[in-house]
C-alpha cells in the first residue's frame, strides 16, 4: 500500500506558490531586462564602428547607468570610456573653431580675406579698461599677407621695430620681428614672418604672444588656435 503524501496546511502552500510565482515573474524580468541590455550592446557596437562617438557614448551611459551588471556593460565600458573622451574633444574642436572669425570683402583687384581671433582674456595696456587683443591674418590682392595684433587702447611700444615672443603650448618660445607703423587709423602692430606664424597658429593649441606696451613692460596674450581653418586662407 502506497503511503499518503504528508498533508501540507494551506497557509504553507500559499505562501510557497506566491514564493515560486515571485521568483517566476523576477526571472522572467531579468530576462528581459538582459535582452534589453544586449540589443543596446548592439547599437552601441554600430555606432562604435561607424566612429559616432555622440551615439555610441550616449548608448554606453543607458548601460552603465540602467545595465550595471549585465555583461554587455563590463564588455563595453572600455570602449564607453573611449567615446566619451572622443565627444569632449569633439566639443573642445568645435569650441575652438568657433572663436575664429572669418572675412571675404571685395576690392579694387579681388577680394581681401581675413581671419581673425580675440585673446583668451583682456589684457591691461596701462590705459583705461583691459581689452582682448586682436589677432588677425590677412590676405589683400594690393598689399599682399600680413599677420598682425590690434588694441583696443593704450599702444605697442614697438616703432622703428622689436622682437616680440612667441610661444605654443608648453614649447619654449621664438623670438619673432615686429614694426608698429605710424599711423593713427588702427593701433596694430605687424609680426613680420606673417607665413610662418600662420603655420604655427595652425599647429598648435594655443600659441602666446609676449609685445611691448608704450606705457611700460611687456604683456602677453594667449590665444586658443587650435580651431584655425587653414582653408580659408587657401594661398597661405
Same mark, same amino acid.
Given at each position: 500500500?502506497?503511503?499518503?503524501?504528508?498533508?501540507?496546511?494551506?497557509?504553507?502552500?500559499?505562501?510557497?506558490?506566491?514564493?515560486? $510565482?515571485?521568483?517566476? $515573474?523576477?526571472?522572467?524580468?531579468? @530576462?528581459?531586462?538582459?535582452?534589453?541590455?544586449?540589443?543596446?550592446? +548592439?547599437?552601441? &557596437? =554600430?555606432?562604435?564602428?561607424?566612429?559616432?562617438?555622440? #551615439?555610441?557614448? =550616449?548608448?554606453?551611459?543607458?548601460?552603465?547607468?540602467?545595465?550595471?551588471?549585465?555583461?554587455?556593460?563590463? +564588455? %563595453? +565600458?572600455?570602449?564607453?570610456?573611449?567615446?566619451?573622451?572622443?565627444?569632449?574633444?569633439?566639443?573642445? *574642436?568645435? +569650441?575652438? @573653431?568657433? *572663436?575664429?572669425?572669418?572675412?571675404?570683402?571685395?576690392?579694387?583687384?579681388?577680394?581681401? *580675406?581675413?581671419?581673425?581671433?580675440?585673446?583668451?582674456?583682456? %589684457?591691461?595696456?596701462?590705459?583705461?579698461?583691459?581689452?582682448?587683443?586682436? #589677432?588677425? /591674418?590677412?590676405?589683400?590682392?594690393?598689399?599682399?599677407?600680413?599677420?598682425?595684433?590690434? #588694441?583696443?587702447?593704450?599702444?605697442?611700444?614697438?616703432?622703428?621695430?622689436?622682437?616680440?615672443?612667441?610661444?605654443?603650448?608648453?614649447?619654449?618660445?621664438?623670438?619673432?620681428?615686429?614694426?608698429?607703423?605710424?599711423?593713427?587709423?588702427?593701433?596694430?602692430? /605687424?609680426?613680420? &614672418?606673417? $607665413? @610662418? #606664424?600662420? $603655420?604655427?597658429?595652425?599647429?598648435?593649441?594655443?600659441?602666446? %604672444?609676449? /609685445?611691448?606696451?608704450?606705457?611700460?613692460?611687456?604683456?602677453?596674450?594667449?590665444?586658443?588656435?587650435?580651431?584655425? &581653418?587653414?582653408?580659408? *586662407?587657401?594661398?597661405?
Amino acid at each position: 500500500m502506497a503511503t499518503p503524501a504528508p498533508a501540507v496546511p494551506p497557509g504553507q502552500l500559499r505562501k510557497q506558490e506566491v514564493h515560486e $510565482r515571485n521568483a517566476e $515573474r523576477k526571472a522572467n524580468h531579468d @530576462a528581459a531586462k538582459e535582452q534589453k541590455a544586449q540589443e543596446i550592446g +548592439r547599437q552601441f &557596437d =554600430a555606432k562604435y564602428a561607424e566612429k559616432n562617438w555622440v #551615439l555610441a557614448a =550616449a548608448h554606453g551611459e543607458e548601460l552603465v547607468v540602467m545595465h550595471p551588471d549585465s555583461p554587455v556593460t563590463a +564588455r %563595453i +565600458r572600455a570602449q564607453y570610456e573611449e567615446a566619451k573622451a572622443k565627444v569632449g574633444e569633439t566639443r573642445e *574642436l568645435q +569650441r575652438m @573653431a568657433a *572663436l575664429w572669425e572669418y572675412q571675404s570683402v571685395p576690392v579694387k583687384g579681388g577680394s581681401q *580675406l581675413s581671419a581673425a581671433i580675440y585673446s583668451k582674456k583682456p %589684457i591691461e595696456t596701462g590705459v583705461g579698461t583691459p581689452y582682448p587683443v586682436r #589677432l588677425i /591674418f590677412r590676405d589683400h590682392p594690393s598689399w599682399g599677407r600680413s599677420s598682425y595684433l590690434v #588694441l583696443e587702447n593704450g599702444d605697442f611700444d614697438c616703432y622703428g621695430g622689436c622682437k616680440v615672443q612667441v610661444a605654443l603650448d608648453d614649447k619654449a618660445p621664438k623670438a619673432m620681428a615686429a614694426s608698429r607703423p605710424k599711423t593713427d587709423e588702427a593701433i596694430a602692430m /605687424f609680426i613680420e &614672418d606673417e $607665413r @610662418a #606664424l600662420w $603655420r604655427m597658429a595652425g599647429s598648435a593649441k594655443t600659441m602666446t %604672444i609676449e /609685445f611691448p606696451v608704450k606705457m611700460g613692460g611687456k604683456r602677453s596674450a594667449v590665444f586658443e588656435v587650435g580651431g584655425l &581653418d587653414t582653408s580659408k *586662407l587657401p594661398k597661405w
